[in-house]
């Protein structure tokens, strides 16, 4: 017990195995929904609790290890937990607290998977990502690994009887793969020649230029693929719709962020300090990724689906902050790699909070309308109140308002984009600074999708009549959202502590710091002698001082009353919620503005058409240039290897004889 | 906070809450007499929000509370904006709370409730309006944010009062990559303020119309709040583009407070030109068709990126 209270890695350790342990519960009694949901899912959400505790108390602490003996012999697990380890499993264990207890409300009897199935896979899921970040070896790394990707696999395909789910789980299984595949070669690489696989013999590797290079490009691809970066993107907008909403949270909000975690790990620390063109290969992709996720989310007209296609813009911007901070960490400017590495991991922070937010919202709607389609949802503020304003602070965040969460790392990454111009490269010090406009541009277009997420669906009229019944989320939905917003409101209020709190890790992780702060506690200043200042809390103060002085200045000078009436609308009597624009409609000028972006079809109608029809198919140009041609290339190449399938015996006899034969011939 | 500070902190706030709505009138006026009709008064935009005051609120059925919520949060941005820009002074204790990219932040949060509020009702005008809206926005907003950018690389800081100060005292006088961002600032300042040639102020034509449409539901001291906060929107903007381009005459650090005073007819000089410079260039062009005005700030982010890469060859 005392070992327990003085090792974080052990208490980390035994917080993992109680959430399989809760796991293997659920299977006592699967058909319960009182003993699993009711019970098990808090009892989960506290150890998430305590993970993120455990973890914020060792943000700062030594790094430890641990070998445990499991698995093959003479293979056993190697585990550390140093700070960069902490910072995600604080991420993990915060953000799935609330997670879980909204998951607690939210399962409930349907058809699919049963509730201790699930809470089995569930809770897998949740301690193979811990795993994940604490693994120390390449052999535990993979199977952490490939077990949160076979649990997620199992959590998304939940509704198994739809086609179209089971599609959706194939889709992501095979890129989990193909990117897993990509992780083993890239640890074959790092290893360097010694076969031991420990993350210490790839630390001790001295690699030449060009292999470390490849190394890092496998592993790019690898985490690449988990964490949605275009072009690898394609199954992050099937999976996370396809997933109940809980599981779609934890997707977003959490496993992308593993990727994350070992791109750093891999860059930073097994490869021991990276070369700055890497950065620029992660940089280009990350503004890509921004650009083509914010385009399509404008576009979408499911909820999910828009919502997935905001995390790829999300990761996007994470990944340009990455890039920035390796182009910074190999020139040698050691400060503002540690503000872009400070911003990296304070996005990342950031992002799992309010896209789970924002998923477990979507839930909460799903459950009282039955819809995800944009275009058949409105005006839930009136029905579902806690929802929508919950969501409201999402929306903002995510929007990167300030004086919210999403705000404080935007400005981070743009003071660090400032900066961008010094370093030394001719010509990359012109077209880096550029990248802030892309930056930019990415974050105002998260705001207009936010806009059309937030007013589709709460704002406006019910755009049928069965909305007029949805119901507002149950208690422990309710505790889980006001979980996960407070997180949004405290991680912009206080970003100084927070700035401070993430220099102990890029401290330990990178070897650069930030300079020590002069700044009064509520206000941030990244770089002192700057001139460059934001504090949250203190804007927060103004602008609430302002809109109360003005309310009380209205009330007190003009009291006049309110008169209800039929809304104005330019005189028109007949006003239906059909004339609200509709999830297409509030698309349109992106369409417009964006059109090489897309494989559009449209139809049409003409002038005569009875009953007249118009329709857009919006189609991912990658999918269809990039994926459709390799999917017939693998089609072909298997097809001519389906010659040699007979279906008769004596062939395959034959085969085994040539074969032994040819063998032999090489032996003797 | 040294007691100039919060000085030059209130006269600032109060002299954007009175002067905006005269900056209305006075290019309302110069629209006027440039078009060869006879003038409104230039007070009339104050008696309109007084009006507006005493009138009893008429409000939709279904509206929400974000509604009636969104004039005040619309309003109380703009002030705090008004606070954040050195347009007498540059001794401002509210910039070290938020600088220039925070000041785009606060720009882009009272878009963001005027385009929720303008769909709470569920109208088709609202709808149309709050789509447009944010069609602006997100093609303004990083061309801004640019323009800034360029004149936070030139004067090595992000609050806006040092950068003033630092354009202010450097004896040269013309740089060539503010001068593109000057073209596309002031592209942006007629877009995002619902000038011609984006939308036009001055009319209720469902083909046309941008920001009335988001104002259509509101009334009474709601609209009155709105209304005045577009004058400040309009206030503010003119103010960064003198805190940008022309920052001369402003109070700087080193200044006697006297000088604070001094800078009141510097401020009310620009204003007038601006104004009567704006009035110009609307009376000389024409409205744009909605489809082209993501071209037309297409061209305002590419000549602000432009300025960007100026800086970046001639580094100065």
């Keep these: ?668 | 906070m040294r007691p100039i500070e919060i000085v030059t902190q209130f006269l600032e706030l109060s002299v954007a809450l009175a002067a905006a709505p005269l900056f209305v009138g006075w290019i309302n006026q110069c629209r006027a007499w440039l078009q060869n009709r006879s003038a409104p008064s230039l007070w009339l935009p104050y008696r309109s929000i007084r009006r507006l005051f005493h009138k009893e609120a008429v409000i939709a059925e279904d509206a929400s509370r974000l509604f009636r919520l969104a004039p005040y949060i619309v309003f109380g941005a703009m002030v705090v904006g008004a606070g954040i820009i050195p347009s007498m002074g540059t001794r401002l204790p509210l910039t070290h709370v938020a600088d220039a990219i925070a000041l785009v932040g606060l720009l882009a949060t009272a878009r963001v409730f005027m385009s929720l509020a303008a769909m709470d009702i569920g109208t088709a005008f609202g709808t149309l309006g709050a789509r447009r809206e944010m069609m602006v926005g997100f093609l303004a907003e990083p061309a801004l944010l640019m323009v800034i950018f360029v004149a936070s690389l030139i004067s090595a800081t992000t609050a806006l009062p040092a950068i003033t100060e630092h354009l202010a005292t450097q004896t040269l006088g013309l740089y060539p990559s503010l001068a593109f961002t000057a073209v596309a600032f002031l592209m942006v300042l007629l877009a995002e303020n619902a000038r011609i040639p984006v939308d036009n102020p001055a009319t209720h034509l469902e083909l046309t119309m941008i920001h009335e449409a988001t104002l259509l539901e509101y009334s009474a001291r709601h609209l009155a709040l709105m209304e005045w906060a577009a004058a400040l929107k309009l206030f503010n903007y003119a103010c960064i583009g003198f805190a940008l381009f022309i920052p001369w005459g402003v109070s700087t650090r080193g200044s006697a407070p006297a000088a604070l005073f001094a800078s009141l007819p510097v401020l009310a000089a620009k204003l007038a030109v601006a104004g009567a410079a704006l009035a110009l260039l609307e009376t000389v062009s024409a409205k744009l068709r909605v489809f082209r005005a993501p071209e037309f700030l297409a061209t305002a982010f590419l000549f602000a990126v432009l300025g960007l890469l100026v800086h970046l060859l001639l580094r100065v």
């Design chain 1, 1 to 668: 017990m005392t070992a327990l209270l003085h090792s974080p890695l052990a208490a980390c350790l035994t917080l993992l195995a109680l959430w399989g342990l809760i796991g293997l519960a659920g299977l006592l009694r699967p058909r319960s929904l009182r003993y699993v949901a009711r019970t098990l899912f808090p009892l989960g959400a506290l150890c998430g609790a305590a993970l993120a505790w455990v973890a914020f108390a060792s943000l700062a602490a030594r790094p430890e290890r641990a070998v445990l003996i499991v698995g093959l012999p003479d293979l056993p697990m190697h585990l550390r937990r140093d700070a960069l380890s902490s910072v995600f499993l604080l991420l993990l264990g915060s953000a799935s607290a609330g997670i879980s207890v909204f998951a607690a409300g939210y399962f409930r009897r349907g058809h699919g998977t049963s509730a201790g199935l699930l809470c089995l896979q569930y809770h897998l899921f949740l301690a193979s990502m811990g795993l994940v970040l604490l693994a120390d070896d390449a052999y535990a790394f993979m199977v952490a690994w490939e077990t949160m990707a076979l649990s997620s696999y199992f959590l998304v395909t939940t509704q198994h009887g739809l086609g179209e789910i089971r599609r959706a789980g194939f889709l992501y299984l095979l890129m989990a793969h193909v990117g897993a595949l990509a992780l083993l070669l890239a640890f074959g690489v790092m290893q360097g020649g010694s076969w031991q696989f420990t993350f210490d013999a790839m630390r001790a590797a001295h690699l030449t230029p060009v292999w470390a290079s490849t190394a890092f490009l496998l592993a790019l691809f690898g985490f690449g693929a988990k964490a949605g970066l275009v072009p690898l993107h394609v199954w992050l907008p099937e999976a996370h719709p396809a997933a109940p909403s809980p599981v779609s949270a934890l997707m977003s909000g959490v496993m992308l962020k593993t990727a994350v975690y070992g791109v750093l790990r891999v860059s930073f620390d097994l490869l021991g300090g990276p070369q700055w063109w890497w950065g620029l290969v992660a940089l280009t992709l990350g503004l890509f990724s921004a650009l083509y996720g914010a385009v399509f989310a404008a576009a979408q007209t499911d909820m999910k689906r828009l919502l997935a296609w905001s995390s790829i813009e999300n990761v996007g911007i994470i990944f340009t902050g990455l890039g920035l901070a390796v182009v910074f960490h190999g020139v040698g400017m050691s400060g503002l790699a540690a503000l872009a590495l400070i911003a990296v991991l304070y996005h990342a922070l950031n992002h799992s909070f309010m896209k789970s937010l924002l998923f477990c919202g979507t839930g909460a709607v799903l459950h009282s309308t039955g819809e995800r389609n944009l275009g058949r949802l409105g005006g839930l503020i009136r029905h579902m109140p806690w929802v929508a304003w919950l969501s409201l602070i999402g929306v903002l965040a995510l929007a990167g308002l300030p004086p919210l969460n999403g705000f404080v790392s935007e400005w981070l990454l743009l003071q660090a984009f400032l900066f961008a111009h010094q370093v030394p490269q001719t010509f990359v010090n012109m077209l880096l600074p550029l990248g802030a406009a892309l930056v930019a541009l990415a974050a105002a277009l998260a705001a207009y999708v936010m806009v059309k997420f937030y007013g589709v669906i709460f704002l406006g009229q019910p755009r049928e009549a069965t909305l007029l019944r949805a119901h507002d989320a149950n208690v422990l939905e309710r505790i889980g959202l006001v979980w996960l917003a407070l997180g949004c409101v405290t991680l912009g209020l206080i970003p100084a502590q927070v700035v401070g709190a993430l220099r102990a890790v890029v401290r330990q992780v990178a070897h650069v710091d930030l300079p020590n702060p002069a700044a009064p506690w509520w206000l941030l200043e990244p770089l002192p002698g700057r001139l460059a200042s934001y504090s949250g809390l203190a804007f927060l103060v103004a602008v609430s001082a302002v809109v109360l002085l003005t309310v009380l200045g209205v009330r007190l000078f003009y009291q006049q009353r309110v008169r209800h009436a039929a809304p104005w609308d330019c005189g028109f009597a007949r006003l239906d919620a059909r004339m609200q624009d509709s999830a297409e409609g509030f698309g349109q000028p992106i369409r417009h503005i964006f059109e090489p972006f897309f494989a559009m079809h449209r139809e049409l109608p003409s002038p005569f058409d009875r009953a007249p029809r118009y329709r857009v198919l919006i189609g991912d140009r990658i999918w269809q240039r990039l994926y459709e041609p390799l999917g017939s290339l693998v089609q072909r190449v298997a097809d001519s290897f389906a010659v040699l399938q007979q279906g008769r015996i004596a062939t395959y006899l034959l085969y085994s004889f040539v074969t032994l034969v040819a063998l032999l011939a090489v032996v003797l």
